[in-house]
């Protein structure tokens, strides 16, 4: 039903379907975004919470609709697989070298004490880096929606998009809450900075969905390095983040919901 309505809205050329679902995924992270013009003061246990889900839904994704499947896209066996772990190293190490040109993301996302203690500039400074570091984080999201219309399964494709679409409403979120504790205005500024962190994932969505029409070779190496950014944004950020003040077990309790969620829909649209 679902696929149905997607092909009929999106046709059948992949790119086009990349499109769409990047501008579903960013939709979805605007609507996370939002939420703070209606949820006035999300507690840090929510955030832990909703992060923690969205840990898990990516943590789900990047073995069923990107690792597993780019083992089979080049063939299966241990060929397979070292193009796949290829691509994991790559991505991982992509994401590593971005985190050294910007500061952390958890280091931002609770910044109350140096938003106190910063003057106007140093405020909308660290707001500016904090953009640019959940960009980063945003573009392997992007990117596998991409590569996942771009290798032609639609129905994996579709629990993809949506599955990465729920968890950018907490990450929307959470930027939003980043600029509040900036000291940036709710309405006026605090929303579209976590609209405009989403944005990125149209275009790169659309890229990682013609490179593999370009070139099928690259469907394993461009899987795995979408898990890869993935499983680096989910050790290095996610996981210290919601472990950080003392709400580790609702954030685990939020991972497992996620893992679970993410395995329902990757069997149910992919059968």
């Known amino acids: 039903m679902l696929e149905d309505v997607f092909l009929d809205i999106a046709g059948t050329d992949p790119v086009m ?15 996370g975004a939002t939420l703070v013009l209606v949820w006035r ?15 898990g839904v990516m943590l789900s994704a990047s073995f069923t609709s ?29 994401l590593d070298q971005a985190d050294r040109w910007v500061p952390h993301v958890h280091v931002l996302i609770t ?47 579709l629990a ?21 504790n900036a000291g940036f205005d709710r309405g006026t500024y605090a929303a579209l900075t976590g609209i405009r962190a989403g944005l990125v994932e149209i ?23 979408a898990a890869g950014g993935m499983l680096f944004v989910i050790s290095d950020e996610i996981v210290p983040e919601t472990h950080a003040r003392g709400h580790e077990r609702v954030a685990t309790l939020g991972t497992m919901l996620g893992v679970v969620l993410m395995l329902y829909l990757d069997v149910s649209l992919a059968a």
Do not use: C, W
Request: cysteine-free.
């Open 111 to 157: 910044g109350r004490k140096r938003a106190d203690q910063a003057t106007q500039n140093a405020r909308y400074a660290s707001v500016v880096l904090f953009i640019v570091a959940i960009t980063i984080h945003n573009m392997p999201e992007g990117l596998a929606v991409g590569v996942g219309f771009g290798s032609g399964n639609v129905g994996e494709a």
């Open 41 to 55: 003061d999300p507690s840090e246990r929510s955030l832990d919470a909703l992060l923690g889900f969205a840990a």
């Open 66 to 94: 990107l690792i597993l499947p780019g083992i089979d896209a080049a063939g299966g066996g241990s060929t397979g697989a070292l193009q796949v772990i290829a691509g994991i190293l790559l991505g991982a190490l992509v």
């Open 203 to 225: 275009p790169i969505a659309v890229l990682g969905a013609y490179a593999i029409q370009f070139s099928t070779g690259l469907l394993p190496y461009a899987m795995g390095f």
């Open 160 to 180: 993809l998009m949506l599955a990465i679409g729920l968890q950018n409403i907490p990450e929307g979120l959470a930027v939003s809450v980043a600029a509040i």
């Open 17 to 31: 379907q990349a499109l769409l679902g990047g501008v579903v995924i960013a939709g979805m992270n605007m609507l």
